[in-house]
């Protein structure tokens, strides 16, 4: 059964040579948890991982598997060319694939064994790729305590014809700068690139699918607000600097960027405006984690966050990224095996519940 066909079509002649390295590498693992090796340690959690090669090689870093094993957690790779239900057994899945087919095959796999904990439904993972409904729970969440206020910017959804942008954008009322950016947020390069248009002329440039949102002067910081299961780690990262009315009649046509924020572009040790650098209340913060990971139904996912420039507690949350790059999170490794750990808590305080 071929689960990821439209995922990476390799030839034959790859699939073979990939099959047989997964398979050593799966070998090499349990053999290194077997009796007969001296005094293994006990395996408490066994965690098969279906992610691409790139998210592996990030994810997956030799840290993080040395203080895996000392736990007692064992990531196994998944053979994505064998069906799921041969595999295993796993106490948890996790994964970050894209296809159809593989979504069908992770439900399927969910019905049959409830008693695996899938890091995150396909449903749920799917809702937060598209950025027409990506934001639409912090909207309706409408957060605002005498910590701040969070919301999400004004914003318009182009699917075909980008004639009718100008229009729009003036009927909404929305005011320029305005960034676009691809209505799918996938795994692809192109899904993270973005556009700044300054003049309604521009905006004919544009290629849909995409989303515009007002921009927001933020002071050129970005808050990278990282979610593990109830745990929050919170990052400063640079971004687009702020634009002056200046510059919207100076500079016309349209800006493109690729991916904005990244670990070069830090800004954790940058010496920056302290009004500008100050964190994110982390009571705000924890509340909105709190009520996304309930109206959303994921355990890994990050909020990007900025803070209108010239206030101190008016926040807008800009993107929600699934499983992102948590390679990147300080102590990540530490955070992502305790999560992983505490799974285990919650299913046997489940067992001894139900058998009560």
């Known amino acids: 059964m071929r689960l990821i066909e439209e995922i990476s079509p390799l030839k034959d002649e790859e699939e073979s040579d990939r099959e047989v390295k997964l398979e050593e590498e799966r070998e090499m693992m349990l053999e290194s948890y077997s009796i007969g090796a001296g005094f293994p340690l006990p395996v408490k959690l066994v965690v098969g991982y279906a992610l691409t090669s790139k998210k592996t090689k990030s994810f997956l870093q030799p840290k993080l598997e040395a203080l895996a094993r000392n736990k007692g957690i064992l990531f196994v790779p998944i053979n994505q060319n064998s069906p799921l239900a041969e595999q295993g057994p796993f106490d948890v899945?996790?994964?970050?694939?894209?296809?159809?087919?593989?979504?069908?095959?992770?439900?399927?796999?969910?019905?049959?064994?409830?008693?695996?904990?899938?890091?995150?439904?396909?449903?749920?993972?799917?809702?937060?790729?598209?950025?027409?409904?990506?934001?639409?729970?912090?909207?309706?969440?409408?957060?605002?305590?005498?910590?701040?206020?969070?919301?999400?910017?004004?914003?318009?959804?182009?699917?075909?014809d980008p004639s009718s942008i100008p229009e729009a954008v003036i009927k909404a009322g929305l005011m320029l700068p305005l960034v676009a950016?691809?209505?799918?947020?996938?795994?692809?390069?192109?899904?993270?690139?973005?556009?700044?248009?300054?003049?309604?002329?521009?905006?004919?440039?544009?290629?849909?699918?995409?989303?515009?949102?007002?921009?927001?002067?933020?002071?050129?910081?970005?808050?990278?607000?990282?979610v593990v299961g109830e745990t929050i780690k919170v990052v400063r990262r640079f971004s687009l600097p702020d634009v002056c009315r200046r510059e919207l009649t100076n500079n016309p046509g349209v800006f493109r960027f690729p991916r904005v924020s990244s670990a070069a572009a830090s800004a954790d040790e940058a010496d920056l405006d302290p009004i500008v650098a100050e964190l994110p209340p982390r009571p705000l913060l924890e509340k909105l984690a709190r009520e996304l990971r309930r109206r959303l139904g994921l355990r890994l996912f990050n909020l990007d966050i900025i803070r209108e420039h010239g206030t101190r507690d008016r926040f807008y949350v800009i993107d929600i990224n699934y499983f992102p790059g948590y390679g990147k999170m300080p102590g990540y490794e530490h955070i992502f095996t305790d999560f992983l750990l505490s799974l285990v808590r919650i299913k046997y305080k489940k067992h001894l519940a139900d058998s009560c």
């Open 181 to 226: 950016k691809p209505l799918f947020a996938d795994e692809s390069a192109k899904s993270h690139e973005l556009s700044l248009a300054f003049d309604q002329r521009s905006l004919l440039k544009l290629e849909p699918p995409l989303v515009i949102q007002e921009f927001v002067n933020h002071g050129g910081v970005m808050f990278k607000v990282f």
């Open 93 to 160: 899945l996790l994964h970050k694939l894209s296809g159809k087919e593989w979504r069908l095959v992770l439900e399927d796999y969910r019905q049959k064994y409830p008693e695996v904990t899938v890091l995150d439904p396909p449903d749920a993972i799917q809702h937060v790729y598209n950025r027409q409904y990506m934001l639409q729970d912090v909207a309706d969440l409408n957060l605002s305590n005498s910590y701040g206020k969070v919301e999400v910017p004004k914003q318009l959804v182009f699917e075909k």
